[in-house]
């Protein structure tokens, strides 16, 4: 049995998310959730499903402009995917696997007591999101995709691959000048102490200044058969899982992990549903910007006023 992956107790970037452990799969198996705002049979819970290596503290930022537009106890669930953040690792690792995310995904969604939520994926998040659109349609009420579609960008991924790579290792000196070289191409307007502080978001420096990643190592390893020429096949059938859901649709301006057309096709497909660019920055997008939350304030309420008031017609 390999050893529990360390995080640091206090560690900043999760500061003011305490979590509770939801048990998934066998043995001691668990996802970390943070709840904000009131679970309640009359509001749609919106979840947040983070990218690849990345964990709930990407929407930090996103909670507060939310619960400002929808009201502060306006519920908002973050979550940690197996291998991610504080949740556990994958005792086995080839089940590193969209389908199985999303089968984790449905547990926890049980275990709010909702019978359906908003779910937002950024990234493989989204991915996830589709996987469950196959495996359990009926949960996902309202669906909102920033960076995610069906086939991924190669280039993101040799990216990814690279620069996690470098990370994987490195002390001294060279680790802060190492993530602001990776962040700045993400986020060239933003300061100094504001990408430090990103950093933290999927690294720690332990003892000696050693760079430390808040996920199972073997995710980089599974990155590593991707090259720049790759041709993906695209998995359109996930995407079509999600037809009868109500979608809203965003692509960073400086993302590497969803072409530009593919983004198109995917609004082709789906003229009902809205498609936004998130201009100056990459992925993970910040949600940080009364902009696109409002945007997502707005589809929340309009899904949400939908489905009940699609339920009262069914009761009267």
Excluded at 73 to 99: C, F, H, Q
Excluded at 193 to 207: E, G, N, S
Aim: proline content about 6%; aromatic content about 6%; glycine content about 10%.
């Amino acid at each position: 049995m390999p050893r529990p992956r360390f995080i640091p107790a206090e560690h900043s970037a999760f500061a003011g998310l305490p979590v509770q452990m939801v048990s998934v799969g066998a043995g001691d198996q668990q996802i970390a959730v943070y709840v904000s705002g009131r679970l309640s049979s009359d509001r749609l819970p919106v979840i947040c499903v983070p990218g690849y290596q990345r964990n709930m503290s990407d929407f930090t930022e996103f909670v507060v402009y939310l619960q400002r537009a929808m009201g502060a106890d306006w519920p908002v669930v973050l979550l940690d995917l197996r291998g991610r953040g504080r949740s556990s690792d994958r005792l086995v690792k080839t089940d590193y696997a969209s389908p199985n995310d999303a089968h984790d995904l449905s547990v926890v969604a049980d275990a709010l007591g909702n019978e359906a939520g908003i779910f937002l994926g950024q990234g493989y998040g989204g991915q996830v999101i589709m996987a469950l659109a196959v495996e359990r349609p009926s949960v996902i009420a309202g669906a909102v995709l920033i960076d995610a579609g069906p086939v991924s960008d190669p280039h993101g991924l040799v990216r990814l691959h690279r620069n996690l790579s470098q990370v994987e290792g490195l002390r001294g000196p060279g680790v802060r000048s190492m993530f602001r070289r990776m962040l700045n191409a993400s986020y060239p307007g933003a300061s100094e102490p504001r990408i430090d502080q990103l950093a933290t978001r999927t690294h720690f420096l332990a003892k000696g200044g050693l760079a430390r990643a808040l996920f199972d190592a073997h995710l980089i390893t599974m990155l590593e058969g991707f090259e720049q020429d790759d041709v993906l096949v695209a998995q359109w059938p996930m995407f079509s899982a999600l037809a009868n859901v109500p979608l809203l649709m965003f692509r960073t301006q400086l993302t590497d992990q969803l072409r530009r057309e593919v983004f198109d096709e995917m609004l082709r497909r789906r003229r009902d549903a809205l498609g936004l660019m998130i201009a100056g920055q990459g992925s993970p997008a910040l949600l940080d910007h009364p902009d696109e939350v409002g945007a997502i304030a707005t589809f929340v309420k309009a899904v949400t006023a939908a489905r009940f008031a699609t339920a009262a017609a069914g009761v009267a």
